[in-house]
């Protein structure tokens, strides 16, 4: 079974900035979350989707990042304009369905941006 | 909220030795708990999940972890570690609804010495 495929894995641009990043879940997964993992930190919610619908983005700083999952498979994670902090790994992960979820969650690689 | 805390941020054991990896959590109602590994360069590994039942979770690798629901922890257990077990551990949680992503904790890196 194939995993999660994330896109590019690694990235350096300068501040202020534009980049994505893509993920494509484990088919026939509902549930697609991407997190943000700074270095020596725990990995941090940004966006959960179930299918095409956002399930919880209180945590995803609008005024700069944006993501979609149009057609309830693969998604993409934008950021513009970057800043310093914005410096991490993001990770991608997907789960069966996020109704009565007792079921882990499956990462990719993740794709690792540094903003200069 | 839901929360993780992972009090020690490395965690030393001589390789054959038992280890222990603290995690302790906060969360309404009944938790979903969940244990990852992570080498570097890489995402995290599934390791072990504790849903309901038994309180002692065997998983991958040799590991097992404990839930003590008196003490809101669910410390991840190893009889006899590996060098190759070296890596930065996280804990995670969520709450019974299942509707919830994981929130994770800090994470532990765990180095075994030969």
């Known amino acids: 079974e194939a995993g999660v495929a994330q896109s590019p894995r690694y990235k350096i641009i300068e501040k202020r900035q534009s980049v994505a990043f893509w993920c494509n879940p484990i088919?026939?997964?509902?549930?697609l979350y991407w997190y943000q993992q700074i270095l020596g930190q725990g990995p941090k919610l940004l966006i959960q989707?179930?299918?095409?619908?956002?399930?919880?983005d209180s945590q995803l700083p609008k005024d700069r990042f944006s993501a979609e999952r149009l057609k309830g498979v693969d998604s993409t994670l934008k950021i513009q304009p970057a800043k310093l902090e914005d410096s991490a790994v993001y990770l991608c992960?997907?789960?069966?369905?996020?109704?009565?979820?007792?079921?882990?969650?499956?990462f990719g690689e993740g794709s690792r941006l540094t903003v200069l | 909220a839901q929360s993780v805390a992972q009090p020690e941020d490395q965690v030393n054991v001589a390789e054959g030795n038992p280890l222990t990896v603290k995690c302790t959590y906060s969360?309404?109602?009944?938790?979903?708990l969940f244990w990852y590994v992570q080498y570097p360069n890489r995402g995290l590994q599934f390791l072990l999940k504790?849903?309901?039942?038994?309180?002692l979770v065997k998983g991958s690798y040799g590991f097992e972890a404990e839930f003590n629901k008196s003490q809101t922890s669910f410390h991840l257990k190893k009889p006899s570690a590996l060098v190759s077990d070296s890596a930065l551990y996280f804990c995670?949680?969520?709450?019974?609804?299942?509707?919830?992503?994981?929130?994770f904790g800090s994470g532990t890196r765990l180095q075994v010495q030969p």
């Open positions: 995670a949680v969520r709450d019974n609804t299942g509707r919830r992503a994981l929130t």
């Open positions: 504790y849903i309901t039942g038994d309180n």
């Open positions: 088919s026939g997964h509902a549930t």
């Open positions: 989707f179930q299918n095409n619908g956002v399930v919880d």
């Open positions: 969360v309404s109602g009944n938790p979903y």
């Open positions: 992960a997907s789960s069966v369905s996020g109704t009565d979820n007792t079921g882990e969650l499956f």
